[in-house]
C-alpha cells in the first residue's frame, strides 16, 4: 500500500472522543515517522494540518511519550519541526536524538523557535557549519519582547519615571544574562571524546526542568533529552519511580533505574545517582548531578541470553531493540486493517453485502491472530532486555485453565481428537500476573492440540509438584505423538513447527512458543520442564497468609 494510501485510511478513522483522537495521532505520527524521501502528496500535508489542529486535545505527557519513542530514529526534518514547536519536555527528546545531514539541519534552523534553537545547542556531535549557523541566531534568540521603544523626534518624553526605571531593570537583566552566558562559557567543561566501545559509566547534568543537558564519558545522542521528571511507562525507556520522585521533591537519589533505546555504547539498562543543585545566590533550584554506572549481577534478573542452551529468545543476533521498533510500526497498518474490516462486518458504514461482510469477518480474524504474534514477538523482546515489568497478583489458575479448555476443545474436535484435562482438589491460587498465566496457558494448550493427530487425546492434569525444593502448581500435557523422539533443543528451535496451519495454532511455531513460556514463567518465579512424556508448567502458589487477605482474579 502506496504512503498516501496509509495517511488517508487512518485519516479516515472517527475522532469523536478524547481516546479516540489519541489514537489516531499517535498512529498519524507513526506513519509519518516511516516515510522515506519523496513520499508525501496532499495526504501528507492533510495530516500534519490534522496534527496541529488537535496537538491540544493530547495530553502532554502523551505527546512526550511519543516523542521519546521516535528519538533516535531517522525522522524527517518536517516531523522534527512539528515536534520542535512542541513545549521543551515534548520536544527535547526527539531534538536530542534526531538524525540529520548538514544541509537538513541548515534548512531546518529558520523554521525552529527560540526554544528549540537552544535544546539544539545542547547537541556536541553536529557539523561546525551547523553550528555556525546556530550562533548567528543569537542575538534574536535572546531579545525579550516588548522592548520599550525611544519616541520620535519632536514628541517629547514617551516614558514616566516608573517605565524608566522598568526599562533599566530589563537592560540590568539582559547584560546579566550576557554575562552568565559569557562565564558560562568560559567555565564549562571541555566536552569529552564520543565514547567508541562499551560504556560502563558516565557524569551526567540536567537543568531546572529535569532534562539531561550534559554528558561525560558517553555518546550524548541518546542520553541527552532525556527527562528525570516523568516515570517511563511499562516497556519503554527513561527513569523509574524513585528518579521521578526524587525530583518532584527536589531530594537525592541513589541507584535509580534508568534504559537507555539503541544498541549503541549507552544503551541498555543503568543505575543512576544524583543530587539536586541550587543557585547559592537565590536558592533558585537549577537541576540535578550525577553519575551512572551499570548494574551488578545481583541487580539484573537472568536473562535468556545466558542460558547454556546458546542463542537467544529468538534464536537470531536481531538486536531485541530493532525489533520492538519493528513492532511498533507493525501494529499500527493491522489496527487499521482490523478497524475498517469491523466497520464493514458491523455495517457501520451503510449497507454492505454477504460476500463483503464475509470477507471482511476473515480479514478480522487473520490480522487478529497476526496481533496476537506481534503481542507475542512484543512480550518476547521485552523479557530479552530485561524490560519486562509483571504485576503479582492472586489469580485462579483452575478456573481459567477451564476456561480455555472449553475454547480449545471446540478447536480438538474439529481436528477429530480430544484434550482430557484432570485437576487436583483444593489447589491454591497462583502468584501471577492474569495476563502472563493466560497466554502461557494457551500457548502451551495451542502448541499441543495443533500437534495432535486424527483420533489422539492429549491428557493433562493440574496438581501440585515439586521444582527443586519449591512446591508449586503444576501443569502437564501430553507431547503429542508427532515429536516423539525429539529433544529439547530440536523443540526449542525458534523455527520449528512441525503443524501450524490451523486457527489458534502458535503463528510463530512450536519452538518460539515454548521458548516465550519458558521465560514468562521464569519470569515470575516458576519453570517449563520438557521431559520426554510431558510438557510441565510450574507457577508459584500464593502462600497461606496471602490466601486468607488476598482476592482472586
Not at 248 to 269: L, Q
Request: aromatic share 6%.
Amino acid at each position: 500500500m502506496r504512503f498516501d494510501d496509509r495517511i488517508e485510511t487512518v485519516m479516515a478513522l472517527p475522532a469523536t472522543g478524547a481516546a479516540a483522537r489519541a489514537v489516531k495521532w499517535r498512529q498519524l505520527v507513526d506513519l509519518l515517522a516511516q516515510r522515506r524521501e519523496g513520499e508525501g502528496g496532499r495526504p501528507l500535508h492533510e495530516a500534519f494540518a490534522w496534527l496541529a489542529d488537535h496537538r491540544d486535545d493530547i495530553d502532554p505527557s502523551v505527546r512526550r511519550d511519543i516523542a521519546r519513542s521516535l528519538a533516535g530514529r531517522g525522522v524527517s526534518p518536517d516531523l522534527l519541526a512539528f515536534f520542535a514547536s512542541d513545549h521543551a519536555s515534548v520536544a527535547a527528546p526527539l531534538i536530542a536524538g534526531a538524525r540529520l545531514d548538514r544541509d537538513e539541519w541548515l534548512d531546518l534552523l529558520p523554521m525552529l523557535t527560540p526554544t528549540a534553537r537552544a535544546l539544539v545547542r545542547h547537541r556536541r556531535d553536529l557539523d561546525p557549519r551547523v553550528m555556525q549557523a546556530l550562533t548567528s541566531f543569537g542575538s534574536s534568540d535572546f531579545v525579550i519582547a516588548g522592548a520599550v521603544s525611544a519616541p520620535a523626534v519632536g514628541e517629547g518624553p514617551a516614558l514616566n519615571p516608573a517605565a524608566e526605571e522598568g526599562e533599566a531593570q530589563i537592560r540590568d537583566l539582559v547584560a546579566r544574562i550576557e554575562a552568565f552566558r559569557k562565564h558560562r562559557a568560559a567555565t564549562a567543561p571541555l566536552p569529552a571524546p564520543e565514547a567508541s566501545g562499551p560504556v560502563e559509566s558516565f557524569r551526567w547534568e540536567t537543568g531546572a526542568d529535569g532534562v539531561i543537558i550534559w554528558v561525560e564519558a558517553a555518546p550524548r545522542g541518546p542520553l541527552v533529552g532525556q527527562s528525570l521528571s516523568s516515570i517511563a511507562g511499562r516497556g519503554d525507556h527513561g527513569v523509574d519511580g524513585q528518579a521521578a520522585g526524587a525530583f518532584e521533591k527536589r531530594s537525592p537519589f541513589r541507584d535509580a533505574r534508568f534504559s537507555v533505546a539503541g544498541s549503541g555504547p549507552a544503551a541498555g539498562d543503568w543505575r543512576i545517582s544524583g543530587v539536586p543543585f541550587f543557585d547559592p545566590a537565590t536558592g533558585s533550584f537549577l537541576g540535578y548531578r550525577g553519575g551512572a554506572r551499570r548494574p551488578r549481577v545481583d541487580e539484573v534478573a537472568r536473562t535468556q541470553s545466558s542460558r547454556a542452551d546458546g542463542g537467544g529468545l529468538f534464536g537470531t543476533d536481531l538486536p531485541a531493540d530493532s525489533l520492538r521498533q519493528l513492532i511498533h510500526e507493525l501494529r499500527t497498518p493491522l489496527n487499521a486493517i482490523v478497524g475498517f474490516a469491523e466497520m464493514i462486518d458491523g455495517q457501520y458504514m451503510g449497507p454492505a453485502g454477504i460476500s463483503y461482510r464475509s470477507r471482511a469477518g476473515e480479514i478480522v480474524e487473520q490480522a487478529s491472530r497476526l496481533l496476537s504474534a506481534v503481542d507475542d514477538l512484543d512480550t518476547a523482546a521485552r523479557i530479552e532486555t530485561s524490560r519486562l515489568n509483571l504485576e503479582e497478583s492472586s489469580v485462579d489458575a483452575v478456573a481459567l485453565l477451564c476456561r480455555l479448555h472449553d475454547a480449545y476443545e471446540r478447536v480438538a474436535s474439529q481436528r477429530h481428537s480430544r484434550i482430557a484435562i484432570e485437576i487436583a482438589r483444593d489447589l491454591p491460587l497462583a502468584r501471577v500476573e492474569l495476563d502472563a498465566a493466560e497466554r502461557m496457558f494457551a500457548r502451551m494448550l495451542a502448541a499441543t492440540i495443533g500437534l495432535a493427530q486424527e483420533g489422539e487425546t492429549i491428557s493433562a492434569t493440574m496438581t501440585m509438584g515439586r521444582l527443586g525444593p519449591a512446591s508449586m502448581l503444576c501443569l502437564s500435557i501430553d507431547r503429542p505423538r508427532t515429536i516423539d523422539g525429539l529433544d529439547e533443543a530440536a523443540l526449542l528451535d525458534p523455527g520449528y513447527s512441525p503443524d501450524g496451519d490451523w486457527p489458534g495454532a502458535p503463528a510463530l511455531g512450536l519452538g518460539f512458543a515454548l521458548r516465550l513460556v519458558r521465560n514468562l514463567a521464569e519470569a515470575v518465579g516458576g519453570g517449563l520442564v520438557i521431559g520426554r512424556e510431558l510438557f510441565s508448567l510450574y507457577l508459584p502458589p500464593v502462600d497461606a497468609a496471602e490466601r486468607s487477605t488476598g482476592q482472586s482474579v
